[in-house]
């Protein structure tokens, strides 16, 4: 149980510090954000892989299952998501940032510069207006959060027991 809270503690800091930093420098609103967010992701989430090798080397002795190693990916990817999320809330109620109507600025601006017609625009426009709405009632914002970054835990974590399950795959170093 110290693995995921302290690793998946770690991934979800580096998430919410890369996050911040992408907000202050005002790098969001970009239409490469969104690729951008699942970068910030995947680099807090490297936090899988070193907890998962971490506990291989010096729990298990240098060598675990797949399904161990997987079920600890997991566990750390969780606490990073609910890190995640936690951090997403606090910073609505704090700002009032209103993201729906943030990004619908933003998509306006990016049709707009496409071309798109009038009646494209503001039929899009309604949809996010109807989503805004929904959206708001934190009961179903919050999975929102999980099933954006969830995807990211659930593939790093695979990946990370596929390569750990060997234990030729970065050996544990000796004590000299």
């Not at 967010?37 to 090798?53: D, S």
């Not at 291989?56 to 997987?70: H, K, N, S, T, Y």
Request: charged share 15%.
């Amino acid at each position: 149980m110290r693995y995921p809270i302290v690793y998946g503690g770690l991934a979800g800091l580096i998430i919410v510090a890369l996050s911040t930093a992408a907000v202050m420098a005002g790098f969001l609103g970009h239409s490469s954000s969104p690729l951008f967010g699942y970068l910030v992701m995947l680099a807090g989430l490297t936090m899988i892989f070193v907890g998962m090798k971490r506990y291989r080397d010096v729990e298990m002795g240098g060598v675990i299952r797949f399904g161990r190693a997987l079920a600890v990916g997991l566990g750390i990817g969780l606490v990073a998501a609910i890190i995640y999320a936690a951090a997403f809330e606090l910073y609505v109620a704090a700002t009032g940032f209103d993201f729906t109507a943030w990004f619908s600025e933003v998509r306006q601006r990016e049709l707009l510069a496409e071309g798109a017609a009038p009646a494209a625009i503001e039929a899009e426009m309604a949809a996010l207006r109807e989503f805004g709405e929904t959206y708001r009632n934190p009961l179903i914002r919050i999975p929102f959060h999980f099933v954006e970054i969830g995807p990211v835990c659930i593939l790093v974590a695979l990946v990370s027991a596929a390569i750990l399950r060997d234990p030729r795959a970065l050996p544990a170093r000796r004590a000299t």
